[in-house]
């Protein structure tokens, strides 16, 4: 694959290029540029986003993904918002926050389940009204706001590094792992939540292999972890995913790394559609299950998974690959994207501030503490 | 799917066409007829095979798959090439069976470990010998020929309409199945192995339901098994394969129906990929696994699965779907066709001349043995 990556951001540490990164140098005052990942593995296009609906549209279309990278954009998208509405002659302070409201419902709404979205977005919201409560005036907010957005990356990406440093310790020299899904570079302002153990492990010289599910519906793995995990230069292998369980038995699989949509407070996981079934496989093969995510996917209000309402996407997901019919085009379909792990298939979750593991209530709200103190 | 079948030749039963069968209404004398599966769900053409050229080119490019019909077109074929080769003047008995074991030997190398493309050409053969020595005339060969292949095609469908009887014993009213791959109409000369209980559950009235694993890296599941449900009346849902835990676990599933490519003397199975792991996850959900196969694919030469060589295919089976790439061209792939399930997760193998069950050891002997006898 002739990729021409002289245009990107690497992470240094890996060698795999951001997926998104604010560029001062393109534009008026600088714009958000990201990897359009709809393109990926094929082609290895940086597009330009210079205004809220530029942004908008790439969070609408997918061309960004993955939770933590949503919430990234999305910030930096307001900041666009109030660069252009905020001009001179600035509005009041009240208009100034009300302009501000309408542009963040326009975010929310490209992808209305995406947390991580709308975490951001209140974020720089508060950032904002404070801001103005401070006595600042209406023209330096949009500063303000790209300054607030420049540090949910970079404690993104900080978040990432710890991930990986935690979670390399639980990889040995020589081990055969498998991930399932993207939770890498793609889906994240930094080096990835479960990947970031791998990456991190391989820096420090560990031999490693990787078995990588190809996730359909939406082959995450095939198109975009395998496509990390090369430019990383670690060994891997492509699979597809009913094949796990041959290679759990005959393979030497040692480990199972997987990220988190959210977390519950007893430390069920609800993630990507086929992390269970892997979850019940390890056990079956005496193998750990580690679940890496930052803490801010820990939603203690929700008791166990029962309670995580599993998102329906469109049969099409299913009966087409890449435009073409796969079955029947009536063909009735199931499209369930996650399912529900439950914690004592678990063996550990790993956070940028810890390692919870059982019993998960207590361990998980220590963690889940020191973000609330931060 | 507007797909017109009226020219093909269905099933009573089921209402599912058959993938192959003599037509003596076309070509001279009459020719084979086959539904080009490669063209299928989008397409449903029927070939005409009037030559052993043409049974051969279907064989390898797979238009006819799946072992049983495999064997059932390969003794076609070879009843096409003798009445070609041994038409008036006619060659003497040793000419005659020396062209015959030569044109064997073609169709044998279309799919080399097709065991029952082998065993059929081996009785046909077994045939002409006999036949000749009998004092017949070399003349009278094809038809004879023409007669065995019909006598296999006929035993097939009798063992497929045998196993759909014992085994929709093991259905009850209400229930939620799940199937892979494809073991229907389309893998054989009759209603098919793991589907057929399937088939004769649902005309016996019984309510049903069928999740379906698309089988990955093929489809035959999403491309064949969907097509041929919905052609029968039976109510089913197709899913990718890592879906399946999730509906063993929420979706009510009761059990879980597949065929096999070669059964040993312990009770392992050999089947498509992905097999194994819904053994796995059956037994964790306490779900019975049945193997439905006719008596001809138990091995008894083979002790255990352990002795059982794993086919790697093509890379680019995993790579692409339907021509499109899915994954960087040069990601390193695994792509074993099938995979090993010890029989300790086989609840019962339902054959064409009984049910058997654990231990299996003496209980397949007892039932391969009729084989021998008949």
Same mark, same amino acid.
């Given at each position: 694959?002739?990729?021409?990556?002289?245009?990107?951001?690497?992470?240094?540490?890996?060698?795999?290029?951001?997926?998104?990164?604010?560029?001062?140098?393109?534009?008026?005052?600088?714009?958000?540029?990201?990897?359009?990942?709809?393109?990926?593995?094929?082609?290895?296009?940086?597009?330009?986003?210079?205004?809220? !609906?530029?942004?908008?549209?790439?969070?609408?279309?997918?061309?960004?993904?993955?939770?933590?990278?949503?919430?990234?954009?999305?910030?930096?998208?307001?900041?666009?918002?109030?660069?252009?509405?905020?001009?001179?002659?600035?509005?009041?302070?009240?208009?100034?926050?009300?302009?501000?409201?309408? *542009?963040?419902?326009?975010?929310?709404?490209?992808?209305?389940?995406?947390?991580?979205?709308?975490?951001?977005?209140?974020?720089?919201?508060?950032?904002?009204?404070?801001?103005?409560?401070?006595?600042?005036?209406?023209?330096?907010?949009?500063?303000?706001?790209?300054?607030?957005?420049?540090?949910?990356?970079?404690?993104?990406?900080?978040?990432?590094?710890?991930?990986?440093?935690?979670?390399?310790?639980?990889?040995?020299?020589?081990?055969?792992?498998?991930?399932?899904?993207?939770?890498?570079?793609?889906?994240?302002?930094?080096?990835?939540?479960?990947? *970031?153990?791998?990456?991190?492990?391989?820096?420090?010289?560990?031999?490693?292999?990787?078995?990588?599910?190809?996730?359909?519906?939406?082959?995450?793995?095939?198109?975009?972890?395998?496509?990390?995990? *090369?430019?990383?230069?670690?060994?891997?292998?492509?699979?597809? !995913?009913?094949?796990?369980?041959?290679?759990?038995?005959?393979?030497?699989?040692?480990?199972?790394?997987?990220?988190?949509?959210?977390?519950?407070?007893?430390?069920?996981?609800?993630?990507?559609?086929?992390?269970?079934?892997?979850?019940?496989?390890?056990?079956?093969?005496?193998?750990?299950?580690?679940?890496?995510?930052?803490?801010?996917?820990?939603?203690?209000?929700?008791?166990?998974?029962?309670?995580?309402?599993?998102?329906?996407?469109?049969?099409?997901?299913?009966?087409?690959?890449?435009?073409?019919?796969?079955?029947?085009?009536?063909?009735?379909?199931?499209?369930?994207?996650?399912?529900?792990?439950?914690?004592?298939?678990?063996?550990?979750?790993?956070?940028?501030?810890?390692?919870?593991?059982?019993?998960?209530?207590?361990?998980?709200?220590?963690?889940?503490?020191?973000?609330?103190?931060?």
């Amino acid at each position: 694959m002739a990729v021409d990556l002289r245009d990107g951001v690497y992470i240094a540490a890996t060698g795999v290029p951001l997926t998104l990164w604010w560029d001062g140098a393109v534009a008026a005052g600088g714009a958000l540029r990201l990897v359009d990942q709809t393109r990926l593995p094929e082609t290895y296009t940086i597009l330009t986003c210079a205004t809220l !609906d530029a942004v908008v549209e790439a969070i609408r279309t997918l061309r960004v993904r993955g939770a933590p990278a949503i919430g990234v954009a999305a910030a930096y998208g307001l900041a666009l918002g109030a660069r252009a509405a905020l001009a001179e002659p600035c509005p009041g302070a009240e208009d100034a926050l009300a302009t501000l409201a309408t *542009a963040a419902g326009v975010l929310r709404a490209a992808r209305p389940t995406a947390v991580n979205l709308a975490w951001a977005l209140e974020r720089l919201l508060s950032r904002a009204e404070a801001h103005l409560r401070n006595g600042a005036t209406v023209a330096t907010l949009p500063q303000a706001l790209l300054s607030e957005a420049h540090t949910i990356a970079a404690e993104d990406a900080a978040a990432c590094r710890a991930m990986g440093a935690l979670g390399a310790e639980l990889i040995a020299d020589g081990d055969v792992l498998l991930t399932h899904c993207n939770a890498g570079s793609l889906a994240t302002a930094g080096m990835g939540t479960a990947l *970031a153990p791998i990456f991190t492990a391989h820096q420090q010289g560990k031999r490693l292999r990787v078995y990588v599910d190809e996730t359909r519906p939406v082959l995450q793995g095939a198109r975009l972890t395998a496509w990390e995990l *090369a430019r990383a230069g670690v060994p891997h292998t492509l699979i597809t !995913d009913n094949m796990a369980a041959h290679f759990m038995r005959c393979g030497g699989i040692r480990g199972v790394f997987v990220g988190a949509d959210r977390i519950t407070a007893n430390g069920d996981v609800a993630n990507k559609i086929g992390t269970y079934g892997l979850a019940v496989l390890a056990r079956a093969h005496e193998i750990p299950l580690y679940v890496v995510a930052p803490r801010s996917t820990v939603d203690l209000a929700l008791a166990d998974g029962s309670a995580i309402p599993i998102e329906e996407r469109s049969p099409d997901e299913v009966r087409r690959v890449g435009g073409a019919l796969i079955a029947p085009a009536e063909t009735p379909v199931a499209n369930p994207a996650f399912d529900v792990t439950p914690s004592d298939l678990v063996t550990a979750i790993v956070t940028e501030s810890g390692i919870a593991r059982a019993p998960y209530g207590a361990s998980l709200a220590a963690l889940r503490g020191k973000l609330s103190m931060a």
